[in-house]
């Protein structure tokens, strides 16, 4: 890491040690997953991700780029997982929303991965310039 540690706060340094943290305990998917770009976005709105070999899990990111002409900006399709496989979507890493946060922000909604392709999730209410991680993982099969 290029960065000063010794000019940090504690909080700052407690923020950084969180992401230090996630990135081990994610290390082995972002290091060895497949890389996929999600191409039809909603305007101002971009999103990639990193999907498992064996479609187990990914971690998308979702980032808002500057203010939609229109809002919500509408959903974000999240390509590269088993259609069969009904996964859990929650936010990696808890972030702040500039309105009512979209229903897979509670980490309660699960979806077979066939919907996650086709229909996607709602864009989070972010800031321009502002991004989320979402982390999708396996709960079960539905064949």
């Known amino acids: 890491m290029e960065w000063d540690l010794t000019s940090l706060t504690g909080a700052e340094l407690d923020e950084l040690a969180a992401w230090v943290a996630l990135h081990k305990r994610h290390r082995e998917l972002l290091h060895t997953g497949t890389m996929v770009r999600v191409d039809d976005t909603p305007e101002s709105v971009r999103a990639h991700g990193v999907v498992a070999a064996d479609a187990s899990e990914a971690v998308y990111e979702i980032a808002v780029l500057g ?5 919500p900006p509408g959903p974000v399709r ?66």
């Open 67 to 71: 203010r939609p002409a229109t809002w």
């Open 78 to 143: 999240l390509p590269g997982l088993d259609p069969e496989t009904v996964y859990r979507v929650r936010p990696l890493m808890p972030f702040t929303s500039r309105g009512a946060a979209p229903a897979w922000a509670s980490g309660e909604l699960e979806l077979p991965g066939s919907a996650l392709a086709a229909a996607g999730i709602a864009a989070p209410p972010l800031f321009p310039e502002q991004s989320v991680l979402v982390h999708v993982e396996a709960v079960s099969t539905t064949a």
